[in-house]
């Protein structure tokens, strides 16, 4: 084989992370009955999911998934949200088994230093006294990659649901406090009525190619090496076409011809849905929106080669897990055709 060879995974088995099939119902007639719930909520293949200030609790295996009574829950009464269960005939699921619930334990309080904020990425973890050393809260970007799609969904829905109602404690209508609802689904003002619903913010991520060669971008305050394709977040009144040619213009001031729809992902830093998609450059020059990103360049398709390998002087490789990375990957190996 070349020096050059990157092996591309198949396809079926090559997803983006919170993506793919994994028989999670998500139950949502069951979120308005409360003894229903309590019954799950008893059975001995329930488990729990806590999360730490956004932070999932991870053990060697992958999500540190824990029964309803454990110890870590008896002093730390946060909010809770029902996920759902596993649907019938999966993984030998029946009626009433597999349930998974999410507990927010952020009032914990360690005596260690907290993790820093304002950082795209913190590999810090995090342990509890009732926890075996092996399980740590951890920042979900870092162990995206490692989770299959049924934990991924679990994380990645509990994480954002839990920023939700931390970011949307009080009522938008009147500004009085407001209270969570149907297992966590919804928020419900006392004073007005008013009901409140989580929502997810739609962005458009894209590949821009002009020929043999890739537009990437680098916002600020990104790790060293960091780039990546451009993405932003849509407006009211905008198809996904017009979103990706207005985002590229903006910040590169690269004119953007026809443009489709490849794949989406759950992002949940804080509640996100990334559409993927392709769009083809009508122009070259690059003139940077210091406002918008720190720089941006065009690359050939054998220097991603060598940035997905590790192997570029300039560029570090696409995060595994990110719909971009997968995106660059697609490219490399002709799938977006």
Not at 163 to 182: I, M, N, Q, Y
Request: glycine share 10%; aromatic share 8%; charged share 25%.
């Amino acid at each position: 084989m070349p020096n050059d060879y990157v092996p591309m995974p198949d396809w079926r088995d090559d997803l983006p992370a919170f993506s793919g099939a994994n028989g999670l119902d998500r139950d949502d007639q069951l979120r308005r009955d409360p003894q229903g719930l309590k019954h799950l909520r008893a059975q001995p293949d329930t488990r729990v999911l806590p999360i730490w200030r956004g932070r999932v609790l991870l053990s060697p295996e992958g999500l540190g998934l824990l029964s309803p009574d454990h110890a870590l829950f008896a002093t730390l009464a946060g909010p809770e949200i029902y996920l759902g269960r596993l649907s019938d005939g999966v993984l030998g699921a029946s009626e009433a088994a597999g349930a998974f619930f999410a507990r927010d334990v952020s009032a914990y309080e360690p005596q260690e230093s907290l993790p820093e904020g304002g950082v795209s990425f913190d590999a810090t973890e995090l342990g509890h006294p009732s926890l075996p050393d092996s399980h740590q809260f951890a920042e979900l970007r870092g162990a995206m990659a490692r989770l299959g799609p049924l934990e991924a969904e679990l994380a990645a829905t509990a994480r954002a649901m839990f920023e939700w109602h931390r970011s949307h404690r009080f009522c938008a209508v009147c500004g009085a406090p407001s209270d969570l609802k149907d297992a966590g689904w919804q928020r419900r003002c006392a004073t007005c009525g008013a009901s409140h619903f989580p929502r997810t913010d739609p962005a458009v991520i894209m590949m821009i190619t002009k020929g043999n060669r890739l537009l990437l971008g680098r916002s600020p305050g990104w790790p060293e090496g960091m780039y990546s394709t451009l993405a932003g977040f849509m407006e009211p009144g905008e198809t996904v076409e017009k979103a990706v040619r207005r985002e590229v213009a903006e910040e590169t001031g690269v004119q953007v011809g026809a443009v489709r729809f490849i794949a989406s992902q759950p992002w949940p830093f804080p509640s996100s849905l990334m559409l993927g998609c392709h769009g083809e450059a009508l122009s070259e020059e690059i003139t940077v929106d210091p406002t918008e990103i720190e720089d941006a360049m065009w690359i050939t398709r054998e220097r991603l080669l060598d940035v997905v390998a590790g192997r570029d002087a300039v560029i570090s490789p696409p995060r595994v897990g990110a719909i971009a990375g997968w995106m660059m990957r697609q490219w490399l190996a002709d799938r977006l055709l």
